[in-house]
């Protein structure tokens, strides 16, 4: 993973853009990415353009990632996709975990912590989504409901599995709502998880460990939150739907870094 650890910078197109919007947008960004060639990129598009995007990456740096996966290679699971079938179709990246399917799909700490080891089997980086409510965070239960989810999920794992994990941690109330965490909150909760993975797995790891920050990121707000010690880069969703604004959260992100190497 140290090799990645530089700004990365995920787009997670959640349940937008058809094939052909999809290759737009992709163009469009592999046309702007010698720009912030320092950064690593990693599109994420619905499963049914994640081919389409693959072919227009090809021959760039940028990394193409999926939403989700199931835990099983094949079988009699209606609707579900596996490791084996991403791979296949150009992926190396795998949202696992997010709060959308946390909050609409049942998805528990329990289903995260199989889809990683899924993940990790057929070589896929997972990028592991963390968070709380709003209502958890004004009753101050933001850390514990953090170690609780990370604790059931991933630090049961060695550390040579767990090396290969990227980390989001991704506010519920933050998401989608135009309303980020100021740089501060982001910074308790990341230098917080860090300080986990550090007493779990030792300093090493944790130094080398890349947690993004996500939640309303948007160009003007990215170069405060990437200005942080423990924020090694941003899972954007809304604002990864315009190649200009993705790009321009890049850019800011590696300006930032720059600052604190
Ligand atoms: C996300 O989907 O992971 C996300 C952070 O969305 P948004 O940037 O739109 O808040």
Redesign the pocket.
Known sequence: MGGLKKPVIAG?W?MHKTISEARILAEEVVRKSPEVSTATLILIPPFTAIAEVKKVVAGSQLLVGAQNLFWEDQGPFTGEISPVQLKEAGCQVVIIG?SERRQHFGETDETVRKKVLAALRHDLIPVVCTGETLEQREKGQTLPVIKNQLEQSVFSMEADKFEKIILAY?PIW???TGRHATPEQAEEVQSFIRNLIAERYGKIVADYAIILY????KPDNSFSLMKEKDVDGF?????SLEAESFVAIAREAIRAYEGKK
Request: glycine residues 32%; hydrophobic residues 40%; without cysteine.
């Open positions: 997670n959640k997010h991704e933050a998401i989608g996500g939640g309303s990121v899972l954007i969703g809304g604002a």
